[in-house]
């Protein structure tokens, strides 16, 4: 039996490996597991000298998405009975009219919904990817919600009012009811090469010239 121990021992632990070396003598059982108890408790002391037997276990550290400043003003605004209300009264304001002309303005316009769009499906992905492969803590998943916060309003609107359950499947409901309410766009997205060199073509136009030409003053 007792051999029997010493076998299992050295088999568990590798003592033909790298880890831990064999026994010298085949014969005495007690000496081999004094051996055996004596290399392992040399292999511990090593593991505490580089960070202990926890640190081999530890879970490696994430990187955090969402950055401390926009996190503070998102859980604030979660104190207040309108989040949404309070977070916009310190956001960016809504950009004014361009003067350039209707058209461009339809175009910008469109451009802004594109964006959305792109920023919450590609949100969506990264939350089903996760939820698929199970690899992610709770507050992993708000962390990366939190970083879409400043590009989505569904993404604070997650991040404040989620439920227990999966993330992916709450996002793609208020997904599906936000498109149910949005009003068809006045015109294409801008796109944006064509958009700079109609600009440039513009200002480059001989009536553009006559008017963006220095006066004189007649002495």
Not at 15 to 42: F, K, T, W, Y
Not at 114 to 135: A, Y
Not at 136 to 144: H, R
Request: aromatic share 6%.
């Amino acid at each position: 039996m007792a051999r029997f121990a010493a076998m299992s021992i050295a088999a568990l632990l590798g003592v033909n490996g790298r880890l831990l070396a064999p026994p010298a003598d085949d014969n005495d059982v007690d000496a081999q597991i004094r051996a055996l108890q004596s290399q392992i408790a040399s292999k511990s002391n090593e593991l505490a000298e580089v960070g202990g037997t926890e640190a081999v276990q530890e879970v490696a550290p994430w990187e955090h998405h969402c950055k401390d400043d926009f996190k503070a003003k998102l859980d604030e605004a979660a104190k207040q009975a309108d989040p949404e209300a309070f977070f916009s009264k310190s956001d960016k304001p809504k950009a004014k009219s361009s003067g350039i002309g209707d058209m461009f303005d339809a175009q910008m316009e469109a451009l802004d919904r594109k964006q959305l769009i792109d920023n919450e499906e590609f949100l969506l992905g990264v939350l089903i990817m996760h939820q698929t492969r199970d690899n992610w803590s709770v507050e992993q998943y708000l962390d990366t919600i939190c970083a879409f916060g400043d590009k989505t309003p569904l993404a604070r609107q997650l991040y404040w009012h989620h439920k227990t359950g999966p993330l992916a499947a709450q996002f793609a409901s208020m997904m599906d009811a936000e498109r149910k309410t949005m009003k068809p766009t006045r015109a294409p997205p801008m796109d944006l090469d064509q958009g700079v060199k109609g600009l440039l073509a513009s200002v480059m136009a001989p009536g553009a010239k006559k008017s963006m030409a220095m006066p004189t003053k007649k002495l």
